[in-house]
């Protein structure tokens, strides 16, 4: 059985990304900003630590995406474990995030603090779409996403 995203989740996957790309070069600009008040060294390795990082938040927001979408089909077929899969995956996935974040502690050539601040850009990413109105989680369609508009989206 092949894995096939649906439009809007690939959507929804491309702006994170960009989002996420954003912020890695706004997290790099202003750690260039504040190695000018001398506070740290700024480097290659912040910025090994910064891509690094953001590489690894994209790649398990992904993997993440493609997990539900997976479950997603698997409900519509009718499979019981879903549950059960969700919750291996997120095992999975924080299992990668906490390889990451030993590798960035020990390597000597990736600053840790540069490489554990993009573990949280997909979140501000999806944040900032929902401030710019790009991204409504609430939004129905229908009489039905009326009525949980005006409710919060409360259910």
């Avoid at 997120?90 to 990668?96: I, V």
């Avoid at 990413?125 to 369609?141: D, E």
Wanted: glycine share 10%; proline share 2%.
């Amino acid at each position: 059985m092949s894995l096939h995203l649906d439009n809007d989740l690939k959507t929804f996957i491309k702006e994170v990304y960009i989002g996420s790309g954003i912020l890695c070069v706004v997290e790099i600009l202003a750690l260039a900003a504040v190695s000018m008040t001398r506070i740290f060294k700024f480097d290659l390795t912040v910025v090994l630590g910064a891509v690094g990082g953001t590489l690894v938040a994209m790649l398990v927001f992904a993997w993440m995406a493609m997990s539900l979408q997976k479950s997603l089909d698997m409900a519509a077929s009718g499979e019981t474990q879903v549950r059960k899969g969700v919750q291996l995956g997120y095992g999975k996935r924080l299992l990668a995030q906490g390889v990451w974040i030993v590798f960035a502690i020990y390597a000597p050539f990736i600053n840790t603090i540069s490489a554990l601040i993009p573990l949280l850009f997909p979140k501000a990413a999806i944040y900032l779409l929902q401030i710019t109105g790009k991204l409504s989680l609430t939004r129905q369609s229908g009489a039905q996403g009326q009525s949980a508009g005006a409710k919060g989206g409360e259910s």
